[in-house]
């Protein structure tokens, strides 16, 4: 009898065991499912005051200033936003000593797609001299195309203004120019006006 009173035991204990383990499981189990369901947009890096120098062979190519930086990382379409505003200034090798500028107050990077965004009081300045005034821009740095819907007011370098009622698109460097529903007094042999 005291043998079966062991053996009982040892199976009590044993069956016990296994029954926490199965709780334990099934609970983990769960708790994967329930985290796979949270959302993962969520910034990985955050840095505060920014001051960012990109460089191309020892050359400064650009300077990035913003109040705060956020990467989104933990998502399938990483990207990075400034969402305070944002300070560019774009250097060229042909003209160093005199940068591009670009402000505006979001600003948003999708670095696989090279693909960038600018929204709220968008200001460029080219290092020639040209200004223009927008509500938003896009710079597609594959197809290496800026373009905007938004009515596009210009300063050119010699005082004459135009403004691209319906938007405009360029090429990244600005050399090349289309302007949509275009009106004002500009002479400018680059400017391209669809018919």
């Given at each position: ?11 009590i204990?044993?069956l016990f065991s296994?029954?926490i ?13 329930a985290?796979?369901n949270?959302s993962?947009?969520f910034?990985?890096?955050?840095i505060n ?6 460089r ?13 930086i956020?990467?989104?990382e ?9 969402r ?10 042909k003209?160093?000593?005199t940068?591009?500028?670009?402000t505006a ?6 670095e696989?797609k090279?693909f960038?965004?600018?929204k ?11 200004r223009?005034?927008m509500?938003?821009?896009?710079w ?7 373009y905007?819907?938004d ?9 004459s203004?135009l403004?691209?009622a319906?938007?405009?698109t360029?090429?990244d460097?600005f050399s090349?120019y289309?302007?949509?529903n275009?009106?004002g007094d500009?002479?400018?042999?680059r400017?391209k006006?669809?018919?």
């Open positions: 009898m005291n043998f079966f009173n062991k053996i009982s035991y040892k199976n204990a044993c296994c029954a383990f199965f709780i334990m499981t099934s609970c983990e189990e769960d708790l994967t499912k985290n796979g949270k993962k947009n910034p990985s890096q955050i005051n920014a001051d960012i120098v990109q191309d062979s020892g050359f400064v190519s650009l300077k990035a200033k913003a109040a705060i956020e990467k989104y933990l998502i399938d379409s990483p990207y990075i936003v400034a305070k505003g944002i300070n560019i200034e774009f250097f060229d090798k003209k160093p000593k940068p591009g500028k670009i107050k979001y600003a948003r990077i999708f696989y090279k960038y965004e600018a709220g009081d968008v200001r460029i300045t080219t290092n020639e001299g040209q223009f005034a509500q938003s821009i896009y597609d740095q594959k197809k290496r195309r800026i905007t819907k009515t596009v007011y210009v300063t050119m370098e010699d005082g203004t403004v691209g319906n938007g405009m360029a090429k460097d090349e289309t302007f949509y275009s009106s500009v002479s400018s042999k400017l006006t669809p018919q």
